[in-house]
T-cell receptor, first 111, second 113 residues
Framework: DAKTTQPPSMDCAEGRAANLPCNHS???????VYWYRQIHSQGPQYIIH???NNETNEMASLIITEDRKSSTLILPHATLRDTAVYYC????????????FGAGTTVTVRA | DAGVIQSPRHEVTEMGQEVTLRCKPI?????LFWYRQTMMRGLELLIY????????DSGMPEDRFSAKMPNASFSTLKIQPSEPRDSAVYFC???????????FGEGSRLTVL
């Protein structure tokens, strides 16, 4: 029972912003939205997480809709090194060990 | 900070042999996770430790798999006897409990012939 829906793949141009969508229409009030990515042959890497407010860090921005049923991860200036599988995960913070990694979105940044 | 350290990075073994994978978590972290990744099943949580105590091992596939965490700086995942279907990349991760920010190692790629 997938809690999130992501497009299987997307391309973006180097230097442009990459906007990665995620639907989580059944999200509960205590569930956070987490984003991870996995570059080929490496372990997953934490990117960002949020509850209902938009969040920004040195890697990305997370925009969560007011009804919290969807979110967008924004990579402001995509580089070739951002080519990876991006996972959107929802989970209660108290239960963060149960992060369930689905199929994710394969993002290819093209020169 | 060296990050989560796993060994070996690659292991090729024959069916029936014992395999031991090792993990050194980030110092100070109190949660440790073992995941398995295959093309067919993606990333699966095998077991979760908090303060060196196994909290949830429901993802461990069968009795051939066992995991230990004798102290805060070391954990092992053992497969005995190994089978070809155990071939996968095994990841160890650590975190501060409740942070949601898991730090993964580079993985141990296991091939069972």
């Amino acid at each position: 029972d997938a809690k999130t829906t992501q497009p299987p793949s997307m391309d973006c141009a180097e230097g442009r912003a990459a906007n990665l969508p995620c639907n989580h229409s059944t999200i509960s009030g205590n569930e956070y939205v987490y984003w991870y990515r996995q570059i080929h042959s490496q372990g997953p890497q934490y990117i960002i997480h949020g509850l209902k407010n938009n969040e920004t860090n040195e890697m990305a921005s997370l925009i969560i809709t007011e009804d919290r049923k969807s979110s967008t991860l924004i990579l402001p200036h995509a580089t070739l090194r951002d080519t990876a599988v991006y996972y959107c995960i929802v989970s209660p913070r108290s239960n963060d060990y149960k992060l369930s990694f689905g199929a994710g979105t394969t993002v290819t940044v093209r020169a | 900070d060296a990050g989560v350290i796993q060994s070996p990075r690659h292991e090729v073994t024959e069916m029936g042999q014992e395999v031991t994978l090792r993990c050194k978590p980030i110092s100070g972290h109190n949660s440790l996770f073992w995941y398995r990744q295959t093309m067919m099943r993606g990333l699966e949580l095998l077991i979760y430790f908090n303060n060196n105590v196994p909290i949830d091992d429901s993802g461990m596939p069968e009795d051939r798999f066992s995991a230990k965490m004798p102290n805060a700086s070391f954990s092992t995942l053992k497969i005995q006897p190994s089978e070809p279907r155990d071939s996968a990349v095994y990841f160890c991760a650590s975190s501060f409990r409740g942070s949601g920010e898991l730090f993964f190692g580079e993985g141990s790629r296991l091939t069972v012939l």
